[in-house]
C-alpha cells in the first residue's frame, strides 16, 4: 500500500473513531465532578469576578478567561452546559494534532508512521475517555506542544524561543501539574542543541527564558491590579502545597493501577482481577511501543542528544512527576501519551521497512480502531448523564433564585455555593482536618439556611465525618430524591427520650407525619446509604402514618394537633410523643409532591457504577444535547 494509501486509510479511521467518541461526548460518557467545578469558575468569571478573590479555587486560572464567552452562549440549568464546554474544546485538539503532526515532519518522521501513530492515540481509551470531558488537562496540553513546536525551531529565529517560553509558561497559568514539567522543558532547551545533535549551550534559548517572564510578568499584573496577588499565592502554593502534605495516598499503586486498566487489569480491588472488556489495544502499543522508543532514545541520544532524545528525557521526568502525585487520575496520562506518539511513531518508521510488516501496523490500527468505536457507543452509562440531568434541573426548579446550595461542586449551576469551599474534595477535608479552612457549621446553616442538600458521594462523607453537622442536617433536611434533600423536619423519639427539637429552616406549611410504623424507616438508621438492601422499595410516609399521640410546640407556646403545620423560618418546634413505643415524625413541605425517590438500580450521581455493553439511548442524548428536560421518572414515591 502506498504511503498516501495508508495516510487517506488512517485519515478515515480517525474520523470514525473521533465520531464514535463525540457519542460520549454528548452524554454517554457520564460528567465527572471537575468538569462542573471548571464550568462554574468559567461562568464566575464571566460574571466579572476575580480568580481567588471573590471565589475559592486551587487551579490555574487561563481556562476560565479563555472560554469565559462561551458560558454566555447557554442558560441551561442542566447538563447541556457542560456539554456545550466539551464540544467547545474541538478546535483544540485538533490544533494539538496539527502542532504534533509539525513536530514529526521536522524531526523526519515519515507520513505514514506519524499517522500511524496519531491513530492509535485517537483509537486508545487511555487517552480518548478523559479527553471528551471539559477540564484544564485539555489547555495546558495544547499549550505545551505548542511550546515544543516552537522550541524546536529556536535556530531558526529568536521568536520562535520568545514564544516558546510564553507558552511554557502559559502552560503552567492554564494547568498546574504541567508547572514542573515547563521548568524542566526551560532549562534542558538551554543545554541541548537538538539540531546538532550536541550538548552545550544554546544562546537563543535566552529568549526562551524572555518570553516565559515576559508571560508571568504580565500575569502578575493581572493580579496586582485586581488585588488578588496575596490570596492567589496562597490557593495556588501554600494551599496546594501543605493539602499534598497532609493528605494520605487513597490508594497503594495508583500509578500503575492507571496504566494496567488499558490491558484490562484492575489493581485497586481487594484482589487484581482481569476484565476482557476494559482491554484497549490502542492504549497498550501507545505504551508498549512508545516505551521502547523512551528507552533507545535515552539510550542513543545521551552522545548525540537529538528531537526523540529531548522528548524522552521529558516524558520520562512527566511520569516520575505524575508517579510521585498522591492522587493519579486517568486525565494526568493525557500529556503523557501525547508526548509518546512521536516516540511511537520513530519506532514505527524503524519497523515498518517491508510491506508486510507496514500491512501488520495496518491491521493493528484496524483492530484498535474495532475494539475503540465498540466500546466508544455500545459501553456507555448515558443513564447515569440523564439522572445527572435530572437532579440539576430538579434542584433548580425547587429552589428560588439567589438562594444557596449545599453540595459537593456545583450541581445547581446557577445557585450560590452554601460554603466558601465549595469544592468537596480531599484538599478541602484535609486542610478542615487541620483546621486550616474553617469547617461549615451548624451556625452558618442557621445564618442562612441552604435551599437545599445535594447529598452526593462527597457532601454524605462530609456529613459523616462531622457527625453533629451531619445529624443536624438529617434531621432538618428531607429526600425528594436521593440526593435532592429539602427542608423538612424528621425525629424518632423512644419512650425514654419523648421530645424532638427543631429550627425552621424555610417557611411553609408542613405535612405532619406521625406513628409508631414510620418509626422503621430506614431514614432513621441509614441516612447517608441510600445504596442498602434496606432501602429498595421504601417509599414516602402515607396517610396511615398519622395519629400519634403528639404535642406540638412552636416557640414554647403549645398549638392544636393537626395534620399540616405553618411555619416561619427561625421558628422553635417541639414535639413532645405519649406513645408507649418509639415515634417516627416527619414533617414534610407540602408542595412537594414526592419524597424519598429513587432512580433506577445501577443508575448514579456520581457516576460510580462501570458502564455497561448495551445499545444507546440515542433518543435521550438527543434531548440533552438540545438541552430539554431528558426525563422526569414516575416511581412510588409519589405522595
Known amino acids: 500500500m502506498t504511503t498516501r494509501r495508508a495516510t487517506a486509510l488512517f485519515g478515515g479511521i480517525s474520523l470514525v473513531a473521533v465520531i464514535a467518541r463525540l457519542l460520549q461526548l454528548l452524554g454517554l460518557h457520564p460528567l465527572v465532578w471537575d468538569e462542573i467545578e471548571f464550568f462554574r469558575a468559567t461562568d464566575w468569571v464571566r460574571r466579572g469576578l476575580v480568580p481567588y478573590r471573590d471565589f475559592w479555587e486551587h487551579h490555574t486560572p487561563l481556562q476560565w478567561f479563555l472560554f469565559a464567552p462561551v458560558t454566555a452562549l447557554t442558560n441551561s440549568t442542566g447538563v447541556s452546559a457542560i456539554l456545550l464546554m466539551r464540544c467547545a474544546q474541538l478546535p483544540l485538539w485538533i490544533l494539538t494534532f496539527i502542532l504534533l503532526r509539525g513536530w514529526m515532519r521536522r524531526a523526519g518522521i515519515s507520513a505514514f508512521a506519524a499517522w500511524t501513530a496519531m491513530t492509535l492515540v485517537l483509537c486508545s481509551t487511555l487517552f480518548m475517555l478523559p479527553a471528551v470531558e471539559y477540564r484544564v488537562d485539555v489547555l495546558g496540553c495544547v499549550i505545551y506542544i505548542a511550546a515544543l513546536f516552537f522550541l524546536q525551531r529556536i535556530g531558526d529565529h529568536p521568536k520562535f524561543a520568545f514564544l516558546g517560553g510564553a507558552m511554557l509558561c502559559l502552560a503552567g497559568l492554564a494547568n498546574l501539574r504541567l508547572g514542573p514539567l515547563a521548568v524542566l522543558t526551560l532549562l534542558l532547551v538551554r543545554v541541548v542543541r537538538t539540531r546538532d545533535r550536541a550538548w552545550g549551550g544554546n544562546a537563543r534559548a535566552n529568549w526562551c527564558f524572555a518570553g516565559a517572564a515576559a508571560t508571568f510578568g504580565a500575569a502578575c499584573i493581572y493580579f496586582a491590579a485586581t488585588h488578588s496577588a496575596r490570596i492567589a499565592w496562597q490557593r495556588l502554593w501554600s494551599d496546594n502545597f501543605l493539602a499534598d502534605r497532609f493528605a494520605q495516598a487513597p490508594v497503594d499503586w495508583m500509578f500503575a493501577h492507571r496504566f494496567a486498566v488499558a490491558f484490562g487489569v484492575r489493581l485497586v480491588d481487594s484482589a487484581p482481577n482481569f476484565q476482557l472488556s476494559a482491554v484497549d489495544p490502542g492504549g497498550i502499543a501507545i505504551l508498549i511501543i512508545g516505551g521502547i522508543g523512551v528507552v533507545r532514545a535515552l539510550r542513543r541520544g545521551f ?88 437532579v440539576m434541573r430538579e434542584a433548580d426548579r425547587r429552589t428560588p433564585p439567589g438562594s444557596k446550595v449545599f453540595d459537593s461542586v456545583g450541581w445547581p449551576l446557577h445557585r450560590d455555593p452554601a460554603y466558601r469551599y465549595w469544592f468537596l474534595r480531599a484538599n478541602v477535608f484535609v486542610m478542615e482536618e487541620h483546621k486550616l479552612f474553617e469547617p461549615y457549621t451548624i451556625a452558618d446553616v442557621l445564618r442562612d439556611p441552604p435551599a437545599a442538600v445535594i447529598a452526593d458521594y462527597d457532601v454524605r462523607k462530609w456529613l459523616a465525618a462531622h457527625r453533629p453537622f451531619g445529624e443536624f442536617i438529617v434531621t432538618h433536611y428531607l429526600p425528594l430524591w436521593r440526593e435532592i434533600w429539602l427542608p423538612g423536619m424528621s425525629a424518632r423519639v423512644t419512650p425514654l427520650a419523648r421530645a424532638a427539637r427543631w429550627i425552621v429552616l424555610a417557611d411553609g406549611t408542613y405535612d405532619v407525619y406521625a406513628s409508631t410504623n414510620l418509626a422503621s424507616h430506614p431514614w432513621y438508621r441509614q441516612p447517608l446509604d441510600f445504596e442498602r438492601p434496606l432501602w429498595r422499595g421504601v417509599g414516602p410516609p402515607t396517610a396511615s402514618d398519622r395519629g400519634a399521640n403528639i404535642d406540638w410546640f412552636v416557640d414554647g407556646a403549645p398549638i392544636p394537633a393537626t395534620t399540616t403545620l405553618t411555619l416561619r423560618r427561625g421558628q422553635r418546634l417541639d414535639a413532645i410523643s405519649h406513645e408507649p413505643l418509639p415515634v417516627g415524625i416527619m414533617l414534610i413541605d407540602a408542595r412537594n409532591d414526592v419524597a424519598f425517590c429513587q432512580p433506577p438500580r445501577g443508575t448514579t450521581l456520581e457516576a460510580s457504577d462501570p458502564p455497561r455493553w448495551h445499545v444507546p439511548d440515542l433518543g435521550a442524548l438527543l434531548q440533552l444535547a438540545r438541552g430539554t428536560d431528558a426525563i422526569s421518572p414516575r416511581s412510588p414515591c409519589h405522595r
Open 303 to 390: 552522545r548525540a542528544p537529538g528531537d526523540d532524545f529531548f522528548l524522552a528525557f521529558l516524558q520520562v521526568a512527566n511520569l516520575l512527576f505524575i508517579a510521585a502525585m498522591k492522587y493519579v487520575f486517568n486525565y494526568h496520562l493525557e500529556i503523557a501519551v501525547l508526548l509518546m506518539a512521536p516516540l511511537v511513531a520513530i519506532e514505527i518508521d524503524r519497523f515498518a521497512t517491508t510491506d508486510s510488516r507496514r500491512r501488520a501496523l495496518i491491521a493493528l490500527v484496524v483492530i484498535a480502531a474495532t475494539v475503540n468505536i465498540a466500546a466508544a457507543v455500545f459501553r456507555g452509562k448515558e443513564s447515569d448523564t440523564v439522572y445527572e440531568d435530572f
